[in-house]
């Protein structure tokens, strides 16, 4: 067997299986598959987060772990803009991968949105990179570090700013295996990347002594990692998704779909970077055991936050992909497979963690005045995440479907609405407003979320009987002019 054919073989085993999870298995093995890689990778990425901190808190110099607090709310910012073109591409790449069975034409659209994706990721990173670099002190001081942190932060955002293309493009290009059905190898990326960056960590912090300009070094390489295997598993495995510069294109009918809803996971980002900042000076005027509360609640309820958002965004290639296929049967049973998943998660460990509330917290602090409100804190976080899973599968709903205006209304409406709440709630009840504001908020979101659904219920049943993704060839070139 000649090594084309190999490949071809290769490639052709790849993407039946992986197409046949997002065409014909059954729900639950499709969203077993989707999903569960989608969590234990975010999971895995807690967990890094929480032992790189470990590494700088070795070198026992306070100034280096503030420097990465306030660099972290940058590094949020750039993942947002690696989502701008990933996850409107991949929706749409799963879009038409569904209409390819109605209208296999429809598949040669695929690589003038991958290419566009991933190299509009790589411009708009290198253009905020070098912006950034440009006003690296103005930039600084506006992250809130003060005289003493200063230096600190300045080398870990320079080095972070850096690498901003490569970042952007790890995120995008993650986005473009999973459009494909693919989890389980977007959840090998994120892992060889994870492992990559402690490796670098031991080397450039511990051994080189480089501090928080090495842990930022370890961030950019670690990333550069899962560009090199996401672009190679595409290159080798993909059928219809190109990396290739030639099929860029700045076509309304490329750019209009994927920005409509990748824009969305932009404005979001920001707003929650405002929102922590608002809802942490708030909380220090109550003294340091309510912020520490929050903190250990916040890093409790992570866990099953991860496994919801494992099930609403894992899913999201299945509902694209059968609505794109014009598939309603298939799409509504994945919507409530995943629904009735999401709230199994909930339940099983808000109970648990109640039931056990006290000895979970004495595991994170030993303080009595962090114990006392921890309770409370925690309640209200474990309700918050409730509302918060069902309020992501509408988005993903939006976001699968096409609906950029609900899918931006439903991503900037937490933000919008969490700032007016939490100053109104310190107002009127001073630390219990402040505690349940988010949860206040989250319930809000998910109402105007079923509104929204109820209102583009009859557009999204005219999209699936005639077929959903934009035609993007009256406005390109023929495929291979």
């Known amino acids: 067997m000649s090594t084309s054919t190999l490949d071809a073989t290769v490639k052709a085993d790849a993407v039946g299986t992986n197409r046949w999870y997002l065409s014909a298995a059954p729900i639950a093995r499709a969203l077993v598959h989707l999903c569960v890689p989608m969590a234990a990778a975010m999971i895995v990425g807690a967990v890094y987060n929480v032992i790189n901190a470990g590494f700088i808190g070795s070198l026992h110099d306070t100034a280096l772990l503030a420097a990465i607090t306030f660099g972290t709310p940058l590094l949020g910012l750039v993942m947002a803009v690696g989502g701008v073109f990933g996850v409107g591409g991949s929706a749409l790449i799963s879009r038409l991968l569904g209409a390819a069975e109605r209208d296999p034409t429809r598949a040669g659209e695929i690589r003038r949105v991958s290419s566009s994706a991933l ?33 600190a932060t300045s080398a870990y955002v320079a080095v972070m700013l850096a690498f901003v293309p490569v970042l952007a493009a790890a995120f995008c290009l993650e986005q473009l295996v999973r459009a494909e059905g693919a989890a389980r190898q977007a959840m090998i990326g994120l892992i060889a990347s994870t492992v990559a960056n402690l490796v670098f960590d031991v080397l450039f912090i511990l051994v080189l002594h480089w501090g928080v300009a090495g842990a930022a070094l370890s961030t950019g390489l670690g990333n550069l990692v899962s560009v090199a295997y996401f672009a190679f598993w595409l290159q080798r495995h993909s059928e219809h998704v190109s990396l290739a510069p030639r099929w860029f294109t700045l076509s309304p009918a490329v750019l209009k779909p994927v920005f409509g809803v990748g824009v969305g996971e932009l404005l979001q980002s920001a707003l929650l970077i405002v929102t922590a900042l608002v809802l942490n000076r708030l909380a220090v005027a109550y003294g340091d055991g309510p912020l520490a509360a929050m903190g250990v609640a916040v890093r409790i309820a992570q866990v099953p936050e991860f496994l919801v958002m494992g099930v609403t965004i894992g899913v999201l290639p299945l509902l694209a992909y059968s609505y794109g296929k014009g598939d309603r049967g298939r799409l509504m049973s994945a919507l409530r497979g995943s629904a009735i998943t999401v709230g199994a998660i909930a339940l099983v460990f808000s109970t648990t963690v109640f039931a056990f509330r006290e000895q979970v917290l004495s595991a994170f602090s030993a303080d009595r005045s962090v114990l006392g409100i921890g309770v409370t804190i925690l309640m209200a976080q474990l309700v918050a995440m409730i509302v918060n899973g069902f309020r992501g599968l509408i988005t993903s709903l939006f976001q699968a479907t096409g609906r950029s205006a609900p899918a931006i209304v439903m991503s900037m409406a937490q933000g919008v609405l969490f700032i007016p709440i939490v100053l109104l709630g310190n107002l009127w009840f001073g630390l219990p407003g402040i505690i349940w504001a988010l949860t206040v908020t989250e319930g809000i979101v998910f109402l105007v979320g079923v509104a929204l659904w109820l209102a583009s219920r009859r557009a999204i049943d005219r999209g699936l009987a005639e077929g959903s993704p934009e035609r993007a060839e009256d406005a390109l070139e023929p495929a291979e002019a």
């Open 119 to 151: 190299w509009g990721a790589v411009i708009a990173g290198a253009a905020l990179g070098g912006a950034g670099l440009l006003l690296l002190h103005p930039l600084v001081s506006l992250l809130g570090a003060d005289a003493t942190a200063a230096p």
